[in-house]
């Protein structure tokens, strides 16, 4: 009896595919079809990935804003100022209202002669500015204690949360950039209402 025709590489190879293929049919017999096991694969052109990330950020910042206005209410209602969370404290911040130089050419008009010459005006203006208060409805000087109508009183603003920078805070940062960057086939999958394709 002949021996067997050795196979070329191009049927060998083939050979090879069925072999992998009822491999990976007999560990997914009892998976339900809705699950994947195919490692995600997302074939995407830079600009395709560039837009749904776009979309994936402005999507996450309308849910941190839901999230923060969930926050301020219950700050009101029990009547505190900050949380205390595992990646460091957020805390309820208010601006005042603060004094704003309304009219700079008035008030360096008013500055003596020499300063306007030698302190530029940029930082003769900061300088003045720093001397500024609010006492009722109007602004005034404290080196002089005289009401100032080249300045007006700039609106504090609602409250909000902030996370102030610490060293939680970064790490947390990092831990979660890292993360994403090796998961973001999977996230940007999740973005194209589509399955894992392999």
């Keep these: 009896m002949a021996g ?4 070329t590489p191009a049927q060998q190879a083939q050979q090879n595919n069925r072999t992998q293929e009822g491999r990976y049919k007999d560990k997914t017999r009892d998976v339900p079809e809705s699950v994947s096991l195919t490692p995600p ?3 995407m052109r830079p600009a395709e990935r560039y837009t749904r990330v776009k979309a994936m950020i ?5 849910y941190a804003k839901e999230m923060e ?9 029990v009547g505190v100022k900050s949380f205390d969370t595992p990646l460091g404290p957020v805390s309820v911040t208010t601006k005042t209202d603060t004094p704003v130089v309304a009219d700079p050419e008035a008030l360096a008009r008013l500055l003596p002669e020499d300063q306007r010459m030698v302190v530029p005006k940029p930082y003769a203006l900061a300088a003045v500015q720093k001397r ?3 006492v009722g409805n109007q602004v005034v000087d404290t080196s002089t204690g ?16 902030s996370w102030p920078s610490s060293t939680k805070q970064r790490e947390a940062k990092q831990e979660v950039a890292e993360a994403l960057r090796g998961q973001i086939d999977t996230v940007l999958t999740l973005s194209t209402g589509n399955e894992l394709t392999a």
Excluded at 4 to 7: A, D, N, Q, V, Y
Excluded at 69 to 77: C, N, P, R, W, Y
């Design 69 to 77: 206005a969930e926050l301020l209410t219950t700050a009101d209602q």
């Design 58 to 62: 402005a999507a996450l910042s309308d």
């Design 132 to 134: 500024l208060t609010i």
């Design 4 to 7: 067997k025709k050795p196979l």
């Design 41 to 43: 694969l997302v074939q």
């Design 146 to 161: 005289e009401i100032v109508d080249w300045a007006d009183i700039k609106p504090g603003g609602d409250p909000y949360i």
